[in-house]
């Protein structure tokens, strides 16, 4: 987050000026050529070079009331155009912030091209411009990447926030660098003899250089410490450097001395230990998580002192481009992962000699669905894989070993298939649940209201899950339809898993299933409602042997209750209706309850 208060004074490091050209101070800012500086840690920050402002771009006070707390300036100038960046390593427990100005005056810097002041509450070990080397490229710590122009002079100033601090180091970055190694930047703002501070690895042959035409005699002297020391026996115009330290050297002329001084540092050369090769079960999406593998690489090295990358060529570790995200997404297969250990003194000290493999075995994905239907009609299925793998192993519960089985019974059956690399098991398991269905079958059709809107239940006494669709309607699951006006109407009825589809024509009427003629005005005649929506129907009344009642058609006024003029009995009487149907035929109406009762 940004910092919107001032953070408690914790601890004053004293810093030995003798190992570290940190100037405070803009007015005398580190020139930068072409190599970057080693620095100890900064302490105060001499002026206050904003002349007490509140803010300077993102920069905001500080501890000290001022912007700056602990500083440090350079200043460099670009000699060629392209992409320019830089990496500021620090400990990954202390707070940094930068602002970089397009200027050639520090009394007339502006606002800066690139500023930071976040916070470090994410313990990263690096701010800058570009992209930070550790692969993060969502960073709130880093800033757009810098287009330069040849002959621009820029000021960098670096601040640690928090009055505790280690040092940091600065490492150029950007295509500027690819395209034009060695005149990046204009070495002709160092006009001091012996050059710009010099980074170097241990082992790297660092040679001072004094060569003056009018020499008479040359002096060294180091200063690793405790003040100068003259170097016996070092007199001649070059000096071969062994040891992180100042130098100096005096040249005796016959007009004057020169005098020039150098910081050289050599940083510790990273060890990379071997690191083993990976072998695992692939799922969908998954993740790997390289973090993992800093230890073995690191193999006892301090992980605040060097910082592991991998890298997917060597080329790319050598160079430490392209670092691989830490949640890495493997490709499939076996992939070689290049690694790269680097010193956050100084990135220019690495070890890119190590790699490993990543075998990421695939687990077996399964295509077939868990749910299966045996039709009644048909008998058996085939369930299981379709499409097998020769790779793979296919085990069923039943002890079938085939990627598919063919079934005739309801129940539950499972398949795990396996994929076996180097001795490593990717399972996947799927349990197919099997039912039969029989076929459908409409056995009875209840109608209720008797009115103009009916209730229709179709019922079946076969077990399974029916669709119903009615006059050519869409199928439902319900088997009820509401508001059903009288008459012949078509119901279908299908397995919903194409085992089968029946279709039949049902009529609906109403008719009193009692009826009481007994002079009582009340029900004193039986008849059926909605006659008169089929094509000639005829009702025929029996008795329990069979015998004809009565015949009416939709112009009766209905049965009385009498034969020949004589009252019935109180029984129940059966009764038959048919019909002409669209095809011409006299057909007898289904799934109706034939008889009713008489009652006096």
């Not at 008169?532 to 009642?549: A, E, H, Q």
Request: aromatic residues 10%; hydrophobic residues 35%.
């Amino acid at each position: 987050m940004l910092k919107t208060f001032l953070k408690t004074l914790l601890v004053l490091l004293i810093c030995h000026s003798a190992h570290a050209q940190v100037v405070p101070d803009c007015a005398d800012a580190v020139p930068i050529c072409s190599n970057t500086p080693i620095n100890g840690g900064t302490n105060g920050y001499g002026t206050d070079d904003f002349n007490g402002a509140a803010s300077s771009g993102c920069l905001e006070q500080t501890t000290t009331g001022a912007i700056e707390s602990n500083s440090a300036w350079y200043r460099f100038r670009t000699a060629e155009a392209g992409q320019l960046g830089f990496n500021i390593g620090h400990s990954s427990d202390e707070d940094w912030d930068f602002a970089l100005y397009r200027a050639s005056d520090c009394n007339n810097l502006g606002e800066p091209v690139r500023c930071n002041f976040f916070d470090n509450s994410e313990n990263t070990s690096f701010i800058g411009v570009g992209e930070d080397p550790t692969g993060d490229l969502d960073s709130v710590h880093y800033e757009d990447w810098l287009q330069v122009e040849a002959g621009e002079d820029y000021y960098l100033f670096i601040n640690n926030f928090s009055n505790v601090n280690s040092g940091f180091s600065i490492q150029f970055t950007g295509n500027i660098w690819v395209d034009h190694p060695n005149s990046a930047l204009d070495c002709t703002i160092i006009n001091n003899l012996l050059g710009p501070p010099i980074a170097a690895c241990e082992g790297d042959n660092v040679t001072l250089d004094a060569t003056t035409s009018s020499a008479i005699n040359y002096e060294w002297y180091s200063d690793t410490g405790s003040g100068y020391q003259l170097i016996a026996g070092a007199n001649a115009a070059t000096y071969h450097v062994q040891n992180t330290g100042q130098y100096r050297v005096v040249v005796t002329t016959s007009v004057e001395n020169i005098v020039s001084d150098v910081q050289v540092g050599f940083n510790e050369v990273p060890v990379t230990g071997m690191l083993t090769d990976e072998t695992f079960c692939q799922e969908t999406d998954m993740v790997f998580d390289l973090n993992g593998k800093n230890s073995e690489a690191l193999n006892g090295m301090d992980p605040e002192n060097f910082i592991v990358s991998y890298h997917s060529s060597q080329a790319d570790a050598d160079l430490g481009v392209r670092p691989l995200e830490k949640q890495y997404i493997p490709m499939g297969g076996m992939e070689t992962l290049f690694v790269r250990t680097t010193s956050l003194a100084n990135p220019e000290c690495y070890d890119a000699s190590q790699s490993f493999t990543l075998n990421a075995i695939e687990t077996p994905i399964l295509s077939f669905s868990d749910q299966a239907v045996i039709c009644e009609s048909v008998g058996s299925l085939e369930i299981g894989e379709m499409n097998s793998n020769p790779n793979y192993t296919y085990q069923w519960s039943t002890g079938e070993q085939t990627p598919s089985i063919s079934v005739s019974e309801s129940g539950q059956y499972t398949l795990t298939v396996t994929n076996q690399s180097n001795g490593t098991l990717c399972e996947t398991s799927r349990t197919v649940f099997v039912e039969v269905s029989t076929m459908p079958q409409i056995s009875s059709v209840d109608i209720e209201d008797l009115s103009v809107n009916n209730t229709v239940t179709i019922n079946t006494e076969n077990n399974g899950m029916y669709e119903y669709s009615l006059d050519g309607g869409d199928f439902q699951v319900s088997n009820v339809f509401e508001g059903v006006p009288p008459g012949v109407h078509t119901v279908r009825m299908q397995d919903p898993y194409g085992c089968g589809i029946v279709e039949e024509d049902i009529v609906v009427v109403g008719y009193l299933a009692i009826f009481s003629p007994n002079g009582d005005v009340m029900n004193e005649t039986w008849q059926i409602e909605g006659l008169s929506t089929l094509n000639s129907p005829i009702v025929t009344i029996y008795d329990r042997y069979g015998k004809l009642i009565k015949q009416m058609n939709e112009f009766d006024p209905g049965w009385d209750g009498s034969f020949q003029g004589k009252p019935l009995p109180s029984t129940d009487y059966w009764f038959k209706l048919s019909y002409v149907d669209d095809n011409g035929n006299r057909t007898f109406a289904k799934h109706i309850q034939s008889h009713f009762s008489l009652r006096r």
